[in-house]
Each structure stands twice: as C-alpha cells, then as structure tokens.
C-alpha cells in the first residue's frame, strides 16, 4: 500500500502545532526581575521587662526573582527604650530574608534571619535575630507586621536577668525601583 501525503493534511498539522505553541507562548509573562529599595520606619512593643517600646528607621534592598518571590537585605538603627534609670538598648539589624506574595501579588509572607548587634550604652552582645512578617505592598507603600526574636538580647523574668527578647513590630515603607 503506497503512503501519500496530503497537502491539506499537512497545512492542517502545521496549523494545529503552531496553535498550541502560540497559545502556550502567550500564557507565559515575562517579568522584568530587578532591585527595589525599601527606606521605613518602625514601631516596636517588646513583650519582655525592661524594655517599653522600640522606635527605628531602615532601609530594604529586595531582588524581584519573579512576580511572587524576592529577596530581601535589610538593615537600620532600631533602640529599645527602657524607663527608669536603666540603658536603653540600641542595636543594628542586618538580615536577610525571602518574600513570597500570596494574595494579588500584594499580600504577602516573609522570613528573615541575621543578626543584632548591640551598639549603644556599653552593651557589647551581638545576637541571633529571627523575623517572620506578614505585610501587604504596592508599588509605593509597604506595611508589614513581624515578630522579632532576638536570641541573645537580655530580659527580666521573675527578677533574673535571662537571654531571649521578643518583640512585635509594624512597619510603614516607602519604595521603588532602582
């Protein structure tokens, strides 16, 4: 039995195969990764003794991997105030983190790890600094809520002085592209 081909059956693979690449090509977005900056400030309420509020300022480097995942670098001054004549505690965060959108591409979680290094009123610690959030962004404004955990940060429990300060922070941002 002789194979023949069809011109007409042919044109209508051809057509059938360059449908399904271009209807898979289309369903594919480009998304342009690059840099973000982040400049913020925060408001703190550390849930150990002595400590009564925190205030700080920071600055957040975040590189876009895709629409839904970043990474991030951030680092600031932050000071935990004490009332009394105790010291206040003032550290330098530095962190690094990943944020993944959940919801619309503006909800948001995120984990951050670094350290706390203690730089005022002869405290000399540097310590362990755990991060999750859970924020919402646009384009311009970042708001974020976190837990921080500083490991090695002292507190007040019963009368003895322990390691282990926990804290909740918001955060209000400004950012944009570089």
Do not use: C, W
């Not at 670094?114 to 970042?142: C, H």
């Not at 909740?168 to 592209?177: D, N, V």
């Amino acid at each position: 039995m002789k194979s023949k081909f069809d011109i007409k059956t042919v044109f209508t693979t051809l057509a059938i195969v360059l449908g399904i690449a271009t209807t898979s090509a289309q369903e594919v977005q480009n998304y342009d990764q690059g840099f973000r900056l982040g400049v913020g400030i925060n408001g703190g309420l550390p849930l150990d003794n002595p400590y009564d509020f925190n205030l700080g300022a920071d600055a957040r480097l975040q590189y876009d991997l895709s629409q839904k995942y970043s990474l991030t670098l951030t680092t600031g001054f932050s000071n935990m105030f004490v009332s009394g004549d105790n010291n206040d505690l003032g550290y330098i965060p530095a962190k690094a983190g990943f944020k993944a959108f959940v919801l619309k591409d503006q909800l948001y979680l995120m984990g951050e790890v670094g350290a706390a290094f203690a730089v005022t009123n002869g405290y000399n610690d540097t310590s362990l600094l755990l991060s999750p959030a859970i924020g919402y962004a646009t384009d311009k404004i970042d708001i974020s809520l976190r837990y921080e955990h500083f490991n090695d940060f002292p507190v007040i429990k019963n009368d003895v002085v322990k390691d282990g300060l926990g804290q909740i922070s918001l955060r209000l941002a400004y950012g944009f592209k570089l």
